[in-house]
Nanobody, 126 residues
Framework: QVQLVESGGGSVQAGGSLRLSCAAS????????MAWFRQAPGKEREAVAA????????GVAVSVQGRFTISQDNAKTTVYLSMSSLKPEDTAMYYC???????????????????WGQGIQVTVSS
């Protein structure tokens, strides 16, 4: 059973930066789509970014383009979400998710992901 543990969240002022980490264990990092989702209170879950472990190809949501970047470490066991120019509307619980398949055109569909972390809070104050 793949386990995902997020870290790096917290509170920051608008315009600041944070880097979230998602450490994956009990899996071989081959042919996995690793993604970040977020959910703010009262809102639907939103896909933020995803990366394919085999070749590092990635995508980010339009809402965070130019501000957020997804990457992975050389061992492909940790995925990062680097967030800059944070806005109050980025405030949400952020979740790491994984599935064993290419990201393709469904990287932003949460129900296609098998494994989920517990989530970590990011709060951006104005």
């Amino acid at each position: 059973q793949v386990q995902l543990v997020e870290s790096g969240g917290g509170s920051v002022q608008a315009g600041g930066s944070l880097r979230l980490s998602c450490a994956a264990s009990k899996y071989r990092p081959n042919n996995y789509c690793m993604a970040w989702f977020r959910q703010a209170p009262g809102k639907e879950r939103e896909a933020v970014a995803a990366i394919y472990t085999d070749n590092g190809s990635s995508g980010v949501a339009v809402s965070v383009q130019g501000r957020f970047t997804i990457s992975q470490d050389n061992a492909k066991t940790t995925v990062y979400l680097s967030m800059s120019s944070l806005k109050p509307e980025d405030t949400a619980m952020y979740y790491c998710a994984a599935r064993q398949s290419p990201c393709g055109g469904t990287w932003d569909v949460g129900r296609y992901f098998t494994y989920w972390g517990q989530g970590i809070q990011v709060t951006v104050s104005s």
